[in-house]
């Protein structure tokens, strides 16, 4: 289980603490090692192990009690999907058997700006919505989502929001087809998203616009993945 040098970044000491976690049975409310055993388990230094215990606390999947030690919160999960694949992410969730759930949700009318106007199609001002989610899977933070639909589309939808994004915009009557992606990762903080607490998280974001059956833009989405629970898989192919 010791880490090479070039595994030594704080990703890489986390799988490695939750693969001692499965391998030695531990469950939420068990404590783990201290730092300097978890540092001659895992051949690492101290800098870098408190920088993967924080992350970790920061996700929800340890807690630290002052002059007790720290403990194991939630089991981390690791969802795997495809970039190709279409899904919402509380599919994704519930593939692996795990809760979703929203414990934060936010909702702003907003007017289109230019940009904003230019990825919809509307007119610069057309009444917007703006919904923030704070997305989870069995407590832990799965993603943060912000979606921007027009005032329109959002009417119709209804006052059910606790449900995926995908299956609101369905009752719309108009289909999610496919979407127009870039990916790049990112670092939130506390002042992104609140729910870190003192850490920070790396996250995957995916800025997208999806498009219904007839090709007419639906949503801008900006989705930010938490990469400690989420895997995705990327087909390349030559032509």
Request: aromatic share 6%.
């Amino acid at each position: 289980m010791r880490l090479s040098v070039e595994q030594s970044m704080s990703d890489k000491i986390q799988e490695s603490l939750l693969a001692m976690i499965r391998e030695k049975g531990l469950k939420p409310g068990d404590q783990i090692p201290t730092e300097i055993e978890l540092c001659e388990l895992l051949g690492v230094g101290r800098s870098s192990l408190r920088e993967a215990v924080a992350q970790m606390i920061s996700h929800g999947l340890l807690s630290r009690v002052q002059g007790r030690g720290t403990f194991i919160r939630q089991i981390s999960l690791k969802l795997k999907g495809g970039l190709d694949d279409l899904m919402s992410v509380t599919d994704m969730i519930k593939s692996v058997g795990a809760v979703p759930s929203t414990s934060r949700l936010q909702i702003e009318n907003i007017e289109a700006s230019e940009s904003l106007a230019e990825k919809l199609a509307l007119d610069v001002g057309h009444p917007c919505v703006r919904i923030e989610r704070v997305r989870r899977a069995n407590d832990a933070i799965a993603a943060y989502c912000i979606d921007i639909v027009s005032k329109e589309v959002f009417d119709s939808v209804g006052n059910d929001l606790g449900e995926s994004l995908f299956a609101m915009l369905g009752r719309t009557g108009r289909r999610l087809s496919h979407t127009h992606t870039s990916v790049q990762p990112t670092i939130l903080t506390p002042r992104d998203l609140p729910e870190l607490g003192d850490g920070f998280g790396l996250f995957l974001l995916l800025d997208e616009v999806d498009f219904d059956q007839s090709g007419d833009p639906l949503c801008y989405s900006n989705d930010y993945y938490n990469t400690s629970i989420f895997k995705f898989d990327l087909v390349r192919k030559r032509h």
